[in-house]
């Protein structure tokens, strides 16, 4: 295989992914299994291993930009992240047990979705209406949720990252800026888990492509999250829909057309 064709699939691969991770806290395993699988002819579960440790470096370099900034909620983020770690393993299980559903396109259509929301309908919560939250409740909200949406991931295999910021500012009512830090920060242990686990079981990966999606994912996350944390509220929710909208539209003609 042509180191040409190589070097273009993981950039546009990693420019997709670091973009939507470091605006929305985007899962990079939605954006570079796809590409790898369908441009480089890769195998699926490598694929995803190896996007998984892209997703790995690339949420927590974001998640101390946001943090750096004020905008991450570590103390709710490390409970949900631990139910979110626990429930993904009873969603497997049970996944393992249930005659496979269609639904492979469901993160697909919720980043596509999530995006048009952002445009249409800005969050605009601000840090001072989070605070006026109980710090009980939110402990609660964070334990359900984070059980809610680590069965989902489980179970579907897919969508955590979406998962995540659609119910930390839907559900939870958090800033858009504190959402997107506190699901980066969740979303580097989670890929950091599963990448270890899939290197384990499949094998060692393609070195070269495993490198260049690592820093490719890296850099352009990190000029997303500077841009984000700089950005006012409604530039931020324009930018990130638009990330979304077209991301999400990319890889579901991916799947339409592989």
Request: hydrophobic share 60%; proline share 3%; aromatic share 12%.
């Amino acid at each position: 295989m042509e180191f040409l064709q190589i070097l273009l699939v993981t950039f546009f691969a990693g420019m997709g992914a670091g973009l939507g991770t470091g605006f929305a806290g985007m899962s990079a395993a939605a954006v570079i299994s796809p590409m790898l699988i369908t441009f480089l002819g890769m195998d699926s579960y490598m694929a995803v291993g190896i996007a998984l440790s892209s997703d790995v470096l690339a949420s927590a370099a974001s998640a101390y930009i946001y943090g750096k900034n004020k905008n991450l909620d570590i103390k709710n983020g490390s409970i949900m992240m631990v139910s979110v770690l626990l429930f993904t393993v009873v969603g497997s299980v049970i996944a393992s047990m249930v005659p496979p559903a269609a639904m492979g396109s469901f993160s697909v259509f919720m980043t596509f979705l999530l995006g048009v929301k952002f445009i249409v309908k800005p969050v605009m919560t601000t840090k001072e209406a989070m605070a006026a939250v109980s710090p009980s409740k939110r402990i609660r909200q964070s334990v359900l949720c984070g059980s809610m949406i680590g069965f989902i991931c489980g179970f579907i295999g897919a969508g955590g990252g979406m998962m995540m910021l659609l119910i930390l500012t839907s559900v939870l009512g958090y800033e858009l800026k504190t959402a997107v830090g506190t699901s980066v920060f969740i979303m580097a242990f989670t890929a950091f888990t599963g990448a270890v686990s899939h290197f384990a079981i499949g094998g060692a990966p393609d070195w070269l492509v495993f490198g260049l999606c690592v820093f490719f994912t890296f850099l352009w996350a990190r000029i997303a999250a500077v841009f984000a944390n700089k950005a006012e509220p409604k530039t931020l929710n324009r930018a990130t829909g638009i990330v979304l909208v077209v991301l999400g539209g990319v890889i579901l003609l991916f799947r339409l057309f592989a």
